[in-house]
């Protein structure tokens, strides 16, 4: 079965500062795709950025990005810049191909402070 | 384009009432995810819907929980004769096909059961 721990409860970060939230996982399947998704007090499930497996290259949006190591299982995300909009719950989820579901870590969560 | 609707937004319920949360999906998606979050916890996976069918309801539990997706209207979760430990924020996703797409999700509902 797969599984995706987020081994940091909680973090926190000055405003402007860079910021690393770390998730590892582990999946029996060779192809799949890794997530983070932030959870902002309103709850909304807000897609922050998504990496494919079978791609070395790491994903990058904006002001966040991945550092995806595979033979290591690990997934962590990078906020450069951080923002006070930024504060919220970060959750690192993974999704086989064999499957459609969405295995969930519990979760990071973020503050930035001023 | 709406997003994914949940509704309601709360919802309480006595001890051995029924619940029922709905969830209309992006326009144009026919797949239909539900997640459960406890309190402190990440998002676990319940059921997976395409329209008329369940295809994985491996994460719902066998007894009291259904789930339904018709052919017209919201998909529909179902939670007879509710205890306390139902209490949570039930989310919804929706995605235009099963693999390789992004999924969004609505904004949940919470349920407090009293």
């Known amino acids: 079965a797969q599984t995706v721990t987020q081994s940091q409860p909680e973090m926190s970060v000055q405003e402007a500062e860079t910021v690393t939230l770390s998730c590892t996982y582990d999946?029996?399947?060779?192809?799949?795709?890794l997530f983070w998704y932030k959870q902002p007090p309103s709850r909304q499930m807000i897609l922050v950025i998504r990496?494919?497996?079978?791609?070395?290259q790491n994903a990058t949006e904006n002001r966040f990005s991945v550092n995806f190591q595979k033979a290591a299982k690990s997934f962590s995300l990078k906020i450069s810049d951080s923002q006070l909009g930024d504060t919220a719950m970060y959750f690192c989820?993974?999704?086989?191909?064999?499957?459609?579901?969405?295995?969930f870590g519990e979760g990071t969560q973020l503050t930035v402070n001023p | 384009n709406a997003g994914v609707m949940q509704n309601p937004r709360h919802l309480v319920r006595r001890r051995g009432q029924e619940a029922r949360l709905r969830c209309s999906p992006m326009?144009?998606?026919?797949?239909v995810y539900w997640y459960r979050q406890l309190p402190e916890e990440g998002l676990k996976f319940m059921v997976y819907?395409?329209?008329?069918?369940?295809?994985?309801e491996s994460g719902m539990p066998k007894e009291r929980f259904s789930a339904e997706f018709p052919k017209e209207g919201p998909s529909i979760l179902r939670i007879q004769q509710v205890v306390r430990g139902d209490s949570a924020a039930y989310f919804c996703?929706?995605?235009?096909?099963?693999?390789?797409?992004?999924?969004?999700f609505g904004q949940g509902t919470r349920l407090t059961v009293v």
């Open positions: 999946t029996s399947e060779s192809n799949y795709y």
């Open positions: 996703a929706s995605s235009s096909r099963r693999w390789d797409t992004e999924a969004f």
């Open positions: 990496q494919e497996a079978y791609k070395q």
């Open positions: 326009k144009g998606h026919s797949h």
């Open positions: 989820a993974l999704e086989e191909t064999s499957g459609s579901r969405l295995t």
């Open positions: 819907l395409q329209k008329e069918n369940i295809i994985d």
